[in-house]
């Protein structure tokens, strides 16, 4: 049987995965092993097997790393606490959060300053959502569950921001509800362009196959909601961490196979699985790759010094089909 492999495009590694992979290499060439690193670096268990394998220790409180050690702040963002705590230690801290999350924390403080009141739509325990409300006071929306709004007055103006990571369908409605309280309310679309992206690709590829497969962690936010992109078109999704989790049934008499991966998937794991399927013929799909990169931030260049990054994560399709 004629089996064909639909990879979306974009898809996997963004670049704010790759500049906090880097920085804790970075920071493993200049300071020597072990530089720890508080909370996942990322939410992949291969990348964080990865980092750990040339010295980094990965801990999930500022607590437990040593008094006067080294440590890098993940790309998720961390709340002020975390930054008062290592500076109580005497950490030298490089802060890999994501600039795009860094630019959430900014709007936070700047609307309240202007006196606004803040709802973030995120999910709760989201290691995002905990450096975020940690940066102002706000009313957190997880468009997940049911919500309500507080009982504020119609005078009052209200800021709406959002985690990075969203599913961009189900933030519209969540922001749609807000508006009809508050018309005023100031929205930013803090949706990040490679969360949309990926999940423009993943439409994309769920209007033209039987079977999705998102190539991931369990607890990769922006994995979980490609696959919901997908279950929503009425697609069967599943998200796997490579091919040995990826249960025969779900693809036997399947023609039409679409793969996408999330922005904290290595491109090794999705080859992995397209060699256990041996298609016939790969398709591309979707907006395309990302030209995107983001520079060691100034005050981290003189920290971390000459040391040579890694080149971005590429995405060579053996697409045998250029105008799909
Ligand atoms: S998914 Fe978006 S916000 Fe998160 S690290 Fe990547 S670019 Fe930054």
Redesign the pocket.
Known sequence: MNVDVYIASPRG?????D??VDIVDLAIQQYGKPVYVKHQI?HNPKVVADVESKGAITVEQVSEVPEGAVVVFS??GSPPSDYETAANRNLTVLDAT????TRVHNEAKKYTREGKKIVLVGHGGHQ?VIGTTGQAEMELVDERQEWQLPNWGKETEVAVLTQ??LSVHDTAVAVEKIRQKHPDAVIRND?????TNRQSAATELADQTEVVLVIGAQNSS?CNRLKDVAINKGVPAYLINGPEELDPSWIEGVTKIGITS???TPEAQVQAVIESIAPNNIFRVGPGEEK?I?AIPRNLREMVGEGKRRNPETKKDMTTDENN
């Open positions: 590694f963004c670049a704010g995965v500049l906090a990322v790309a998720h994501c600039p795009l999350v995002e990075t990571t949706i990040c362009y490679a969360t922006n999330g922005a904290s995107t983001f």
